[in-house]
């Protein structure tokens, strides 16, 4: 996080406005996925505000272990699960489970 600062007659203000990086947006948005429902690599890159940016979503949320950023919920835009981290099968189990899968 990168914080923004100003500089007026010999001193250096912080504001306490932040510039979250593109991870840090895709994280947030992820965050906000609810139980049941998924967001695609495509769409979550462009509420992330890089709409090309799908590849680079994916390489992020691979990443992730943090068990509080649900990355099971991001799926391909063709309907197909995609890569986990932890695995296809430990995606399709937790999707099961939330009810968006049968």
Do not use: W
Request: net charge positive; glycine share 10%.
């Amino acid at each position: 996080m990168q914080t923004l600062g100003h500089f007026r007659s010999g001193g250096f203000l912080f504001y306490s406005i932040y510039m979250l990086t593109f991870k840090e947006k895709v994280y947030a948005v992820v965050r906000k996925i609810p139980k049941g429902k998924v967001l695609t690599y495509q769409e979550l890159a462009r509420r992330a505000g890089k709409p090309k940016a799908y590849r680079a979503v994916g390489n992020i949320l691979n990443k992730n272990f943090d068990p509080k950023i649900p990355c099971h919920r991001v799926i391909r835009s063709d309907g197909k699960l995609g890569g986990y981290n932890r695995g296809e099968k430990a995606k399709l189990s937790k999707l099961k489970a939330e009810g968006y899968l049968k």
